[in-house]
């Protein structure tokens, strides 16, 4: 596409190739009156994630487990409908695409590694318990009457 807004960078050095994005546009319902019933404002960009060779293997099959929902014969659809002009539905949609790409492909989170508390810190809590105990005991055992 002639003058867009440069490459599509997922993350790092990675791209989204320009070829392997298919655009389809249509009407667009919402906001733009007469002009909008005669122009096809609407952008679905479609990315065929099974097929490519863009992402490396161990990001593509991430990406295909983490979007597995959204997929639909390997292929990830996004729509853009909330700008009047097809260009910017066009860059809307291309953003949204890089950031779910780059969102699927980022590797997991590290284990959560449980932190110790220290012996000090559970006796002093369990003193404390056992004084409240005591002073609440202490209450009931009265005769108040």
Same mark, same amino acid.
């Given at each position: ?22 655009? $389809? ?5 919402? &906001? ?9 404002? /609407? ?17 593509? /099959?991430?990406?295909?487990? #983490? ?18 002009? /097809? ?8 953003? #949204? ?11 997991? &989170?590290?284990?959560?590694? &449980?932190? $110790? ?29």
């Amino acid at each position: 596409m002639d003058g867009m807004s440069g490459p599509h960078v997922i993350r790092g050095s990675v791209l989204l190739p320009e070829a392997e994005l298919m655009w $389809r546009f249509s009407r667009s319902s919402g &906001p733009g009156g007469q002009h909008v019933n005669t122009t096809d404002s /609407q952008v679905e960009l479609r990315f065929d994630l099974a097929a490519t060779e863009a992402l490396p293997e161990v990001w593509k /099959q991430r990406a295909l487990e #983490r979007l597995a929902g959204r997929l639909t014969d390997g292929v990830v659809t996004v729509r853009a409908s909330e700008h009047r002009s /097809q260009w910017r539905n066009r860059e809307t949609a291309a953003v #949204r695409l890089t950031a779910l790409l780059a969102e699927a492909t980022a590797p997991p &989170p590290r284990p959560r590694k &449980p932190t $110790r508390i220290p012996r000090g810190i559970n006796e002093r809590r369990l003193r404390e318990k056992k004084q409240r105990s005591e002073t609440k005991r202490g209450r009931s055992a009265r005769d108040w009457g």
